[in-house]
């Protein structure tokens, strides 16, 4: 019989959610906030400085953030002059949003705060643990996107 209650100590989705908020909000004000800059803003920034230019639909995806969400963030990064938005030549519908010279400064100048951030994290934590911990995320993300995009197929 299960429980009417959750041992959060032991909750996947609580512990996860903890840990990235308090990385989020305390990256976000210490190194985030001088640039103007919030958590979503930066997912954008690392996946463009990652994996280069993107039509704006794949970033949506790659930063799992909605694309509507995505466009209003693409607008104030644009404002910041950080990334530019371009039509494509082959499709008017299509959005490329790339990084500016400016934009790639401010990235470099912000990866090394993030990975001091994830060293403070994963502090005491044995490297062997540590990849075992980010496999099974990478895993456990790709069994949730697979079941929610199958279950999106049942009902659509």
Known sequence: KHSAKLDLDNYLPYL???????????FGEEALAPYGLSIAMWRVLAVLVSNGGQRQIDL???TS???STLSRLVTRL??????SRTRSASSTREVAVKLTAKGKAQVARLIPMARDYEAA????????????????????????????????CRFS
């Open 16 to 26: 996860v959610n903890r840990v990235g908020t308090i990385i989020a909000e305390q």
């Open 60 to 62: 949506a995806g790659l």
């Open 65 to 67: 953030i909605d694309a």
């Open 78 to 83: 644009v404002g910041l002059g950080v990334v």
């Open 121 to 152: 994290a994963i502090a005491g934590v044995r490297a062997e643990e540590l990849a075992v911990l980010k496999s099974g995320l990478r895993r456990i993300y790709a069994n949730m996107k697979s079941r929610r995009t199958s279950r999106d």
